[in-house]
T-cell receptor, first 113, second 116 residues
C-alpha cells in the first residue's frame, strides 16, 4: 500500500518569506512518480511538477524549487520570496507503477501582505 | 490544447433526490478519466476511474455510480443522495494509465454539491 504524509496542516507566512512544504511518502514499488498540485480558492487543482523515482535531481522553476530525496522518502517543495498569490492548498501525490494517484491531505499556505 | 469541463458548477439538492454530474474533455483521444470527491477537511478521495468507454473501476463502495458513454465523457450519478454526499467533486484526465511519461492528471473546475 502507498501513503503520502503532509504533516503541516497549515502554514502562515508574511510576504517575501521563504517557505517549505514537507511531503513524505511510502511505497514498495521501485518505479513511481511524485507530484505537487496547487489548489487556489477557486477550487481547481493545478499541476505543478512531476518527478520520477529514477531522477533525484532537484528542480527549480522561478520561485519554486523541489527537493527529492529517496533516502528519506521525501519530496519537499520550497517557495522563495512568497507572495499573496501563493496562498492556496498544496497537495503532494504519489503514483507507484500502474496504480492510481494517492494524495496527501494537503497543506494550506496563507501568505499575508 | 486540452481542456476539461464540468457542470454544473454548483448544485443544491435535497436528500433522496437523484444526481448527475457531467465531465467532458476536449483536445485528446482515449484519455483516462477520474472522479474525485473532496469533503470538508481537504482530502481528495478517488471514487471512480475509467480507462475506456464502458470501463469503470470503483475505488470505494458508496451510493454513487459512474458511466462513460463516450470516449471523452464521464458521468457521476446517484439514484438517491445522502447528506454525506455533500462535497466538491472533481473530474480529471490523464494521457496514460501505466508507467510512462504522461502520468500527471489534469483537473476540471469542480462541482460543489450541497445535499440538504
Amino acid at each position: 500500500a502507498q501513503k503520502v504524509t503532509q504533516a503541516q496542516t497549515e502554514i502562515s507566512v508574511v510576504e517575501k518569506e521563504d517557505v517549505t512544504l514537507d511531503c513524505v511518502y511510502e511505497t514498495r514499488d521501485t518505479t513511481y512518480y511524485l507530484f505537487w498540485y496547487k489548489q487556489p480558492p477557486s477550487g481547481e487543482l493545478v499541476f505543478l511538477i512531476r518527478r520520477n523515482s529514477f531522477d533525484e535531481q532537484n528542480e527549480i522553476s522561478g520561485r519554486y524549487s523541489w527537493n527529492f530525496q529517496k533516502s528519506t522518502s521525501s519530496f519537499n517543495f520550497t517557495i522563495t520570496a512568497s507572495q499573496v498569490v501563493d496562498s492556496a492548498v498544496y497537495f503532494c501525490a504519489l503514483k507507484p507503477g500502474y496504480s492510481t494517484l494517492t494524495f496527501g491531505k494537503g497543506t494550506m499556505l496563507l501568505v499575508s501582505p | 490544447s486540452q481542456t476539461i469541463h464540468q457542470w454544473p458548477a454548483t448544485l443544491v439538492q435535497p436528500v433522496g433526490s437523484p444526481l448527475s454530474l457531467e465531465c467532458t474533455v476536449e483536445g485528446t483521444s482515449n484519455p483516462n478519466l477520474y472522479w474525485y470527491r473532496q469533503a470538508a477537511g481537504r482530502g481528495l478521495q478517488l471514487l471512480f476511474y475509467s480507462v475506456g468507454i464502458g470501463q469503470i473501476s470503483s475505488e470505494v463502495p458508496q451510493n454513487l455510480s459512474a458511466s462513460r458513454p463516450q470516449d471523452r465523457q464521464f458521468i457521476l450519478s446517484s439514484k438517491k443522495l445522502l447528506l454525506s454526499d455533500s462535497g466538491f467533486y472533481l473530474c480529471a484526465w490523464s494521457a496514460h494509465a501505466g508507467v510512462g511519461p504522461n502520468n500527471e492528471q489534469f483537473f476540471g473546475p469542480g462541482t460543489r454539491l450541497t445535499v440538504l
